[in-house]
């Protein structure tokens, strides 16, 4: 298995921009798609974004598209998630994950593994 670490959250502004990194030690995981999800108080975990192996596909959820960019460094085993014009809505506790099941595009974070700890977002308005 993959440990993941996160980091990277805090306390932002509504408009203003975080970068978030996850970690990986004990395996490679740049065989998998890793993913980024979040979730808010009283909500389920949802799908933000995803990368392949390679870079070269991406998927987001519509409503970070154009404002959050996923990527990776498969030589430094990381994966970050760059987030602009930060709404509150996107508060919530962002965690990394690798793909362990399904199909290379899911966004299900039943298919998804090796959590990590998760860091907090808090955007205010």
């Known amino acids: 298995q993959v440990q993941l670490v996160e980091s990277g959250g805090g306390l932002v502004q509504a408009g203003g921009s975080l970068r978030l990194s996850c970690a990986a030690s004990?395996?490679?995981?740049?065989?998998?798609?890793m993913g980024w999800f979040r979730q808010a108080p009283g909500k389920e975990r949802e799908f933000v974004a995803a990368?392949?192996?390679?870079?070269?596909?991406?998927n987001y959820e519509d409503s970070v598209k154009g404002r959050f960019t996923i990527s990776r460094d498969n030589a430094k085993s990381t994966v970050s998630l760059q987030m602009n014009s930060l709404k509150p809505e996107d508060t919530a506790v962002y965690y990394c994950?690798?793909?362990?099941?399904?199909?290379?595009?899911?966004?299900?974070?039943?298919?998804?593994?090796?959590w990590g700890q998760g860091t907090q977002v808090t955007v205010s308005s």
């Open positions: 994950a690798a793909r362990v099941r399904g199909s290379w595009n899911s966004r299900d974070p039943a298919d998804f593994g090796s």
């Open positions: 004990g395996r490679s995981f740049s065989g998998s798609t």
């Open positions: 990368i392949t192996w390679s870079g070269a596909y991406t």
